[in-house]
Structures are given as C-alpha cells and as structure tokens.
C-alpha cells in the first residue's frame, strides 16, 4: 500500500490531483490562543525548551460513551495460503540464496546512504545526498524499515536504529497537517511489525506505538467519528472542533483497520479498534448503495456520510481499503463474517466492471485492472488505464481464493500477477511505467494480435489529447506517434513514464509464488530487481527513474521510505526460505509489515 499519483484525456485524475492540492494546502487559522508547551520529552527525560505545539489530549468534543468490542465468537478454521514446499535441491538453494544476498547487499547499500546523509530524517535525497521531511519529520525511512533490518538478519543495525528511536517525540512536528493514512502505515505499522518479529523483546516499539496511535485518535474526534484524514492536529490541541473533509479519499479512509485492530490485540485497549470499526461499518453500509453496488467511489464525503462519486477504481487513492478486507479477516481469526461478506461483494463487481484483457503482440493470456466512469443514463464506462499501484491486486486476489474458498479466482489472480510482469518485461528498461493506457481484447478468451486495432485506438487517443500528426494516412499518423511516444506493442499511451521504486509487482509476485511455489516466478522477480538495481542505484541509496522507455534514462532525487519497507523487503523474501514470515502466521499491511496473527 503505497500510492499517491493528466490531460483532458483522463478526468478522473485533474480532479483527483486539485484536490490533493487542495487538501495539502488547508489553511490553519493565526488568531490561536497561547498554547502550554511541553517541558519534557518522551521518554521522560528534560528537554531543551522548544517554541513547537506538543499533542497535549483535551478534552474530547465528541467522546465515545461505548466502546464496540473485539468479536469474541471462537475463531474458524482459514485455510491455509502458502504451498507446501518440497525440499530444495542444493543447486536451487545456491541460486537463491546468490539472488538473496545481492538484495540485501542494495538494501544495505540504501540503509547505509540514509545512516550517513539523512539520519533521523523522514528521507534521502539519493542523488545530492540531502534529505527531506515528508511525514511529520519522525524518521520515516528508519521507522518504516525497522521490520525490514530484524527479517534480514541485520541486529546491530536494528538495535541502534531501536536507540535512536527513543529521540524521536511523536508528539509534536513542524507539520501544519497529518496525514493520518501515511502515519498509520509507515510508523504505527513498522513499530508493530518489528515488535510482533522480536516477539515483544524490546518494549520501546510498543510504548512509541501507542504513542503515534494516541496521537492519531485525536483525528477522529468529529461528529460521526469519521476520521479528519489530513488532520489539522493543532486545532485539536487548542480544543477547537474538527470535521471529516467532504472529499476525502476512499484509500485514506478505509485503511487504517490493520494496525488499529493489532493494537488493541496487544494492549487491550478498545478505543483503537473502536475507531476503525465504525469507519467499516459505514463502508459496509453504503456499498450496495453506490453507483456500481460493491465498489465505492474514489472520493467519499466523509462529513456527510454520502458515496455518490461517478469514479471507480482499485488504484490510485482506493487501493488499500480493499486489500484490507481478507486481510482484516485474516488478522481478527475469521470471528466475524463482515469482511468477507464486503470483499465476496466488491470481488464480484472487478471482475464485471474493472478487470481486462489487453490486446498482446505475443497473445498473453493476461488481466489488467482498469478504472471506471458511470453516467447519468445508467451508463458504465471503462477506461483501460494500467497503474503501477494496481498491480497489488493479483496477490489480494490470490490470498482471498485461498482463505475464503474460492478456487476459481486463483487463476484470474494468476493472469493479474502475469499481467504486471507482462508490463515490466515489455519496456526496454525492463520496468514497468507508473500509469499507461493499453488497447483491451473484445473477448478475453479469444484475442489474436490485431495491429490495425491497436493503431486505430492510438489514433483515438492521441484525438482527445489535440495531438496532430503529419501524415495523412491514418496508419502512418498513429506510427508516427507510436515512434515518437516510443510505445510498445499494445500500449497505446503513457501517461506517467517513471518507476518510482514502487512495491505493488513485487508484491504479488511474492505472493502468487508462496501460493503457487512456481518458480518461474522467482525469475521473473530476479529479471524486475536486476533491471531496477542497473537503472535506480545512485552512490547514496536509489532514486526513482525517470522514463522506463529508455535505457539512456535519467534519474528524480527521491527515494521513499517503502524502498526499503516493502520493495526490497519482498525481493528478499521471494528468494528466503518460505518459513521466513510465513502467509499463514502472518498479515502482512500495504507497507509490507508484518503482524503476527493471533493463535486460534
């Protein structure tokens, strides 16, 4: 899980990125009354005397007079996910084990590049060696990658980032909003990962944890407890209310259930759970009422509680909140039927409305996932744009075939895994681009390369965009666009050419192996991380390429915290023993962390 994403041609995303700016950009009122500031750091000890606002709980404006439980009914028997792997041949464990070791040595090459240049910082700039502060400023690449450091075994490296955990104060940053969303994934849900991995050994990872969470909860201090998902959090300090925005994301809203279902498993305390489970209870509510009945829209009126946006999709900005769903009910033991009762719902609508077969030179039997408009008329509209950030959907898929019996949805999660390494494997750079637009097969059993379809949807394409050609042959003006936009066979626009070091391929294909235990899938994972390695590494750490459709490409100055956290973390784990976090004792959140599912 991990997103964040031109053109008269796409209009979902103009209003999608206003309103990022809109919402990164909220005003803070200046008539604040004096605020008390903190004397004391976080772990008790003096601090220096600071002119910042520290979190300080008051009183709350709408409290919570009863809490909604854990489910307590006995827990089902889940079916288990992963293969049964037969012993390894001596020759497959070198190769693997060869292909291991050069993904921790570029984890460690990146971590080393953070230590030095960027240390305590949310993020290295890998190519001027600077750093930035996107999350609050707590340290996100450290935090994030803390579960990462103990699965490859790097202990010295864990124990001082865990020291130098101890400085960072969750309770006050620079920040004029939080992202609650971010928060939760990259620093609630690392701290939880790695104290689930050390089985609790070192209590400062669960102390920060309810630290960063008590935090957050004050985010969801509204009038229908709706989470504030870019928290004006000094509002909340100074006791002023706080509303749900009326265009909130649906990937922000919805996904937050992991982390705060785990830390009331942990410490008992039900306010966590609570929150999250009012925010489902509401999904669940509105989705047989939206417009495609099983999906929810991109953008939700949070305040209102009102789901009537025409825009769908498993992508950019609704993502996790339907990855959570077997998950959630893998992590709450199968008690309650409700998330698999949401996921059988939504499930059924992707594979009507968003799943397709692109039109392949080669014939591929593959699936992309696509997005959707609806119009007034009743009318439901596909758009055949591919995402990177989509591509998680094959390893969804494949573990809710497996936990909710539903066997005839591996395939179809099989063809979405093969469908993303189709799109790294087709571009010269072997790396998929961020967002492109293919042309989509008329029968998905039954589709022959047919050239003149693909051209004429180039044509189409380039038509809404006010592209004008010099060739008056039709066909001669699409090649020509075809050789300038330097597209490949079947991709009839690219929207965003980068690879911006995003996890979603690798995921599934992590995933579909530890179902399948096909090793194909370890190859194709090798050829990704090579091409990736070859294009992304700098002297400090990797950075993001500019243009997959190149080998002569050049770089961006930025390098997520998910890098390390769940790129490179699944590229390790594809080539680890399958014992190592196993699907069937684990969960793992849309940053890749582990948390240890409870016992039955």
């Known amino acids: 899980m991990r997103f964040v994403r031109k053109s008269l041609i796409i209009p979902t995303f103009v209003l999608t990125v206003l309103i990022y700016l809109t919402l990164n950009n909220l005003p803070i009122p200046t008539n604040r009354p004096e605020i008390t500031i903190q004397t004391t750091s976080s772990n008790g000890k003096p601090a220096q005397k600071d002119n910042r606002v520290h979190w300080q709980k008051p009183p709350e404006k709408y409290p919570v007079t009863s809490f909604i439980p854990l489910p307590t009914d006995p827990p089902v028997k889940i079916p288990r996910i992963q293969y049964d792997f037969p012993r390894e041949h001596s020759s497959d464990r070198k190769r693997r084990e060869e292909r291991q070791a050069a993904v921790k040595e570029a984890f460690t090459h990146a971590w080393n590049g953070y230590k030095e240049h960027a240390w305590l910082k949310d993020e290295i700039a890998p190519i ?112 002023m209310p706080i509303r749900p925005a009326r265009n909130t994301l649906l990937a922000e809203l919805g996904s937050l259930s992991l982390e705060f279902t785990r830390l009331t498993q942990l410490t008992g305390d039900p306010k966590y759970f609570d929150a999250i489970q009012r925010v489902t209870d509401n999904l669940e509510r509105a989705q047989p009422k939206t417009q495609i009945p099983g999906l929810w829209p991109i953008v939700v009126d949070a305040e209102n509680l009102v789901f009537d946006d025409n825009r769908f999709t498993v992508g950019a900005m609704a993502d996790s909140t339907y990855e959570y769903l077997p998950k959630e009910h893998l992590l709450l033991g199968g008690r309650t039927k409700q998330y698999q009762r949401m996921y059988e719902a939504a499930i059924e609508a992707i594979k009507r409305h968003l799943l397709y077969r692109p039109l392949t030179k080669n014939g591929e039997d593959v699936l992309l996932s696509g997005n959707v408009h609806t119009y007034g008329s009743g009318t439901i509209s596909l758009e055949t744009q591919a995402q990177h950030l989509t591509c998680f959907i094959g390893g969804m898929v494949g573990i809710a075939a497996k936990i909710f019996e539903r066997p005839d949805e591996l395939p179809i999660a099989r063809k979405l895994v093969d469908g993303c390494i189709w799109a790294y494997d087709l571009m010269p750079t072997g790396l998929m681009p961020e967002v492109f637009y293919t042309a989509a097969c008329d029968d998905k059993d039954n589709c022959p390369w047919d050239e003149k379809k693909w051209l004429a949807e180039v044509r189409r394409l380039a038509t809404h965009r006010g592209i004008v050609g010099s060739s008056e042959d039709e066909d001669g003006y699409a090649r020509e666009l075809v050789s300038k936009a330097k597209l490949q066979p079947g991709i009839t626009l690219i929207n965003d050419a980068r690879y911006m070091l995003r996890p979603e391929a690798i995921e599934s294909v992590f995933i579909m192996y530890r179902i399948t235990g096909d090793k194909t899938l370890q190859d194709a994972a090798w050829r990704m991380f090579q091409s990736i390695e070859k294009l992304a590494r700098t002297p400090y750490a990797h950075a993001v390429v500019q243009d997959v459709r190149t080998i002569d490409t050049g770089k961006a100055d930025k390098m997520e915290s998910f890098w390390l956290a769940e790129t490179l973390k699944y590229f390790y784990l594809i080539f680890s023993e399958p014992s190592l976090v196993s699907l069937d004792e684990y969960v793992l959140n849309t940053e890749a962390h582990p948390l240890k599912r409870p016992p039955a």
């Open 128 to 239: 001027s060696g600077g750093y930035v502060n996107t999350f609050a400023g707590w340290a996100a690449t450290l935090v994030d990658a803390l579960d990462t450091l103990f699965i490859m075994g790097m202990k010295d490296e864990f124990e001082n980032a865990l020291a130098a955990l101890e400085e960072i104060d969750f309770t006050t940053t620079d920040d004029k909003d939080i992202n609650v969303f971010e928060t939760t994934i990259r620093y609630l849900g690392g701290l939880l990962a790695a104290h689930d991995l050390s089985n609790g050994k070192y209590p400062v990872l669960l102390k920060k944890a309810v630290e960063v969470a008590d935090f957050l909860y004050g985010a969801f201090d509204t009038p229908n407890r709706m989470q504030m998902s870019r928290w004006e959090w000094k509002k909340s300090v100074q006791g």
